[in-house]
């Protein structure tokens, strides 16, 4: 046992005990510096302050490379990605020091730009498999519970089943969904409803959604934004990540932060997605100081999809 095992030792007393709670509903980003493994000499992300507490919604938006995924990555502990400065607070705890396995069973949950197929396991074995994992306590007690046995702390089929027939009506999902294979031959739609029914059957605390706008029409953006906006609720803080501002004419964000070059560089409310949209990045950018290129000066195609 490490002492990434142990809770952090409790201070006992019933005002500590209310700074914690003020201290569960917050997520908080200070300073942090990244690098991936395959080139550490360079550093992605240089410098990210981020508050977002529960019940809030906050967009991060950047042109392509500036960081986004990398963010996201390092939050839930991606291997390919090192943290050489900052901290994470989550529940009063450093999640840099805990496994993703842990991260996540701390309710914090990542919505991939590029989900991954799974040949062979149906989305409901899937999905159960998630749940039972998730539900094992973050500290101790693992050998008692075994997901396979309902009796041990495990979700019961029946249970399982009505879970996930309300999370799949929610979602606008036919029944033949849930036996197919994970992300096997999805369109690029289904492929990002997958994510929201995960993270719905999950019950995240806190989401961070990697483009889940990216390669969906119209009509598939339209649904998954009702998802997302469906889970909306004041136990829930939200990381919405993404380059378009399509998104956010239908889930409106409390914050939107402008990410550039690993730092942000501009945060606003919802007037500052619409300003990108319209200006395109440029004239923050210049704004911050830094360079522009040609990208920069277009304004974003309304309807791109991938
Ligand atoms: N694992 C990695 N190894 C090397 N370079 C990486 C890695 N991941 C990301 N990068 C680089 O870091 C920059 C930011 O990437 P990313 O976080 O994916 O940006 P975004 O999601 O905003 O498009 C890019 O220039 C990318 O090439
Ligand atoms: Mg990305």
Redesign the pocket.
């Given at each position: 046992m490490t002492s990434l095992d142990l809770a952090p030792a409790p201070d006992s007393g019933t005002a500590e005990g209310a700074v914690e709670a003020a201290s569960d509903r917050v997520l908080e980003i200070r300073d942090l510096h990244v690098v991936?493994i395959?080139?550490p000499t360079?550093e992605?992300l240089a410098g990210i302050d981020l508050t977002i507490r529960k019940g809030e919604v906050h967009a991060i938006m950047?042109r392509?490379?500036?960081?986004?995924?990398?963010l996201a990555y390092a939050l839930m502990g991606h291997p390919?990605?090192r943290v050489t400065q900052g901290e994470v607070l989550w529940k009063g705890i450093d999640v840099l020091k805990l496994s993703p396995d842990k991260r996540a069973r701390m309710g914090l949950f990542l919505a991939f730009q590029y989900p991954t197929a799974i040949p062979g396991l149906s989305v409901a074995s899937f999905l159960r498999t998630a749940l039972n994992a998730r539900r094992r306590p973050v500290y101790g007690g693992d050998s008692t519970i075994d997901p396979s046995d309902a009796t041990r702390g495990g979700i019961s089929m029946r249970d399982f089943r009505v879970l996930m027939r309300e999370k799949m009506a929610l979602l606008k999902l036919d029944d033949a969904f849930a036996a197919r294979y994970v992300n096997e031959g999805f369109s690029g739609g289904e492929k990002k409803r997958l994510e929201m029914l995960q993270m719905a059957v999950l019950g995240p605390e806190f989401a961070i959604l990697d483009e889940t706008d990216s390669g969906l029409d119209i009509d598939a953006l339209r649904i998954v934004a009702e998802g997302v906006n469906a889970q909306l609720n004041p136990d829930l803080g939200v990381l919405l990540i993404t380059h378009y501002q399509r998104l956010l004419n239908y889930i409106t964000p409390d914050v939107v932060h402008v990410l550039a070059k690993g730092r942000m560089i501009k945060s606003g409310g919802r007037e500052l997605a619409l300003q990108l949209e319209e200006e395109g990045y440029a004239p923050v950018l210049r704004e911050a100081g830094l360079e522009i290129d040609f990208q920069d000066e277009a304004p974003e195609p309304a309807e791109a999809v991938e």
């Open positions: 991936p395959a080139d360079r992605i950047g392509n490379g500036s960081g986004k995924t990398t390919a990605y």
